[in-house]
């Protein structure tokens, strides 16, 4: 992509309205516009991170063997009368009459919906297990949208909903989740910590939250500093292995962890003094287990393997899509902008022409800008006719984890410059070397 022909409309003053650092950079950046109190325009560079993250979740989802597909964003409200939420669910529910005079809702969440498609045509144990999920927009008219797109009205959010014959089975979908939520976390450079939590309006008893450590986090919560040693890494998982599955699971959840919801003081009294934090966290997911609450309300069988019907077994289980966006910014920023993780950047590298319009510098960035497309990357080229200090002040705020700067003056001596935002450092290269070296950061 030529910046000249982007649409980045970045700012230089740091908005009134923003309180946080995530929410100022996306505005900032230009990735965002506010359209109304906690509804949101992705403009086309937030846009880029959105899918990018959205692309992550599918590829974990479909490796832990759960299939995508999707509902609408507009339902009857009689769905959610037989389920007896559609009371329950109060003031966060936006309501909506159509024509006919019929009560229909903005989807907060969907259990109903998707018991709904299952209870017509899982009809035998042999049509489970089954996870679905979906990846699509919520709306909750929250009473106090903001930080952005981490407490929005509308926002965008990962649902899944498992369906077993028994409890043990759904557990083990419940431990499938917590593990695939814990590699899809990392790939975006996050560490999210599963916490004990409450289930709310959801239901059920068995439920964790998974939270992101940053001062900005809404949540207070109270856990063992080892549990920050837990890293998932590089493993081999089998989804079918209920024992793997289990075992990290415990490992990764037996340490105290929990939101203020949950906390109990004798308990964590027992974590030696040293190790025992209280923080605050964003919570970017929640898995729940809540048995046969919607199965039970909306008369939701299957024949077991001795021909008698029983109620399904269920859980949901989400991700905060767009919120991840706002969290990995928290985790990853400095005074001139945002640093993006290489899993979710916008763009692989930036390249910098130091002189448009001077022949050789504009030869040698189509080069580089080339080079790099073949080799599968995005680039950003800034060829807009700008000084350098506002050049260097865009990447940096943008965040691309590479640049690479074309001057004059460098290739004289045949380099150009290779600069990593994370660390600052810049190296001189010769084109050639400067491009494998991005190339081998995304392999
Ligand atoms: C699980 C999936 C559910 O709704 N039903 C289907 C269950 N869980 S949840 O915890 O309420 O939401 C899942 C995740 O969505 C994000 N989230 C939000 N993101 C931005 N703005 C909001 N107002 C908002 N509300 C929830 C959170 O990351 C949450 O963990």
Redo the contacts with the bound molecule.
């Keep these: 992509m030529r910046l000249s022909r982007y649409f980045l409309p970045v700012l230089k003053e740091n908005p009134a309205e923003a309180q946080i650092v995530s929410h100022r950079l996306m505005l900032r950046a230009g990735m965002i516009k506010q359209s109304a109190a906690?509804i949101y325009s992705w403009l086309p560079l937030g846009l880029k991170v959105l899918k990018n993250i959205e692309t992550i979740v599918h590829e974990e989802q479909a490796k832990a063997g759960h299939l995508a597909m999707l509902m609408p964003t507009i339902q009857s409200a009689d769905l959610w009368r037989e389920s007896g939420r559609y009371d329950d669910y109060g003031e966060e529910m936006l309501r909506i009459k159509d024509r006919h005079g019929r009560d229909m809702l903005f989807t907060?969440?969907?259990?109903e919906l998707i018991t709904d498609i299952v209870r017509g045509h899982v009809t035998s144990y042999k049509d489970m297990p089954l996870t679905m999920y979906q990846i699509q927009w919520?709306f909750?008219d929250?009473r106090r949208?903001r930080f952005g797109?981490?407490?929005?009205?509308e926002?965008y959010?990962k649902?899944?909903?498992n369906f077993d014959l028994t409890k043990e089975d759904a557990m083990h979908a419940y431990n499938r989740h917590l593990v695939s939520y814990l590699r899809t976390y990392e790939r975006m450079g996050l560490q999210a910590i599963p916490m004990r939590a409450d289930s709310?309006p959801?239901g059920g008893d068995d439920t964790h939250?998974?939270l992101v450590l940053a001062e900005t986090g809404e949540s207070e919560v109270f856990y063992d500093s080892a549990v920050t040693d837990l890293t998932f890494g590089d493993r081999d998982i089998n989804y079918d292995d209920k024992a793997q599955c289990q075992s990290i699971m415990e490992e990764f959840t037996t340490k105290y962890a929990r939101t203020d919801e949950t906390h109990d003081e004798a308990l964590f009294a027992e974590v030696p003094q040293v190790r025992r934090k209280v923080a605050r966290g964003i919570?970017?997911?929640?898995?729940?287990y809540f048995g046969t609450k919607y199965s039970e309300a909306m008369g939701a069988t299957v024949q077991d393997g001795d021909g008698k019907q029983v109620l399904v077994h269920m859980g949901?289980?989400?991700?905060?899509v767009?919120?991840l966006v706002g969290a990995i910014i928290e985790a990853s920023h400095d005074d001139k902008g945002i640093i993006w993780p290489e899993g979710v950047t916008p763009f692989h590298c930036g390249i910098v022409n130091l002189k448009q319009g001077f022949a050789e510098a504009d030869a040698a960035c189509e080069d580089l800008y080339h080079q790099l497309t073949k080799a599968g990357l995005e680039p950003l080229y800034d060829d807009r006719n700008e000084r350098a200090g506002g050049k260097f002040a865009t990447m940096d705020l943008i965040g691309l984890p590479w640049r690479l700067t074309v001057g004059p003056r460098g290739l004289k001596n045949g380099v150009v410059e290779l600069t990593c935002r994370k660390t600052g450092e810049s190296e001189e290269l010769t084109p050639q070397a400067a491009i494998a070296k991005v190339i081998s950061q995304y392999n």
């Design positions: 906690g907060p969440t969907a259990e919520k909750r929250e949208p797109v981490m407490r929005g009205r926002f959010m649902d899944g909903y709310g959801i939250e998974f919570e970017v997911g929640q898995i729940f949901s289980h989400g991700i905060g767009s919120r």
